[in-house]
């Protein structure tokens, strides 16, 4: 908790001097996640606590031959495990800005920087393409196959059959044409197409940023590695 107070005092300094800009950046969301998520982490505990406690005593109290409610406790318990994992999520992505010193993170990072644009108008695209089929694979099989019961379902079918891992032969069964036709074409159009626009974006994008970083060295982007060394001199494994 003292770390997290620190860490906060820390990003309402960096409010006070950058100001309106503070917003601007996409490293102070990701300080922002990680500081809420915390504090609902913290909140979240303490009614779980409380709650573990009434139930507990109500169990004492009772010999466990009452009725107990756990509707709620389970609820409580549930909201804290997506608040960790959040906060994982965030604490994960933070941990990519502490390699960009070396020059292999930072080919990543500016490839990803370069490419945004590029990279939204594929997901829209994508996003369009891929609600379509959702929506033809719900309404031609949702009585037929039960991985097509629910939308939710589709959806993870359909990411299954991205990965080339479903089994093709329920839609053969479940209709003799429609079946073999729908799941070709999604393949044809996901896979082959989408996949390699995607591809073709990553690579292109990529070849500008190494160009730049060729033409631009920077010794800080071998930080990384002088500590590397360092440290193994210390341990004894390399000498100076």
Not at 40 to 56: C, P
Not at 69 to 96: D, E, P, R, T, W
Not at 104 to 128: G, N, P, Q, Y
């Amino acid at each position: 908790m003292l770390f997290i107070i620190y860490y906060m005092i820390i990003e309402i300094q960096n409010v006070f001097q950058m100001k309106c800009s503070y917003f601007l950046h996409f490293w102070s969301y990701i300080d922002i996640g990680i500081i809420g998520c915390s504090w609902g982490i913290l909140g979240v505990y303490i009614w779980r606590y409380h709650e573990s406690n009434r139930i507990g005593n109500l169990f004492k109290q009772t010999n466990g031959y009452n009725y107990i409610n756990l509707q709620l406790s389970a609820y409580v318990n549930n909201v804290f495990i997506y608040l960790l994992g959040f906060c994982c999520f965030f604490g994960s992505i933070k941990l990519l800005r502490l390699c960009r010193f070396n020059q292999r993170s930072v080919l990543f990072t500016e490839t990803l920087r370069h490419a945004v644009k590029d990279l939204i108008a594929f997901t829209i695209m994508f996003s369009s393409i891929f609600m379509a089929f959702l929506s033809l694979f719900y309404l031609l099989f949702i009585s037929h196959i039960w991985s097509c019961s629910t939308l939710l379902y589709t959806a993870e079918m359909l990411f299954q059959m991205m990965s080339m891992k479903y089994p093709a032969i329920q839609f053969q069964q479940a209709a003799a044409f429609l079946g073999p036709f729908c799941f070709s074409l999604y393949i044809f159009v996901v896979v082959f197409i989408c996949m390699s626009m995607f591809i073709t974006i990553i690579r292109y994008n990529f070849r500008i940023v190494q160009e730049k970083l060729n033409n631009n060295l920077n010794e800080d982007y071998e930080v990384l590695i002088f500590m590397f060394r360092k440290f193994k001199c210390w341990i004894g494994k390399i000498d100076l």
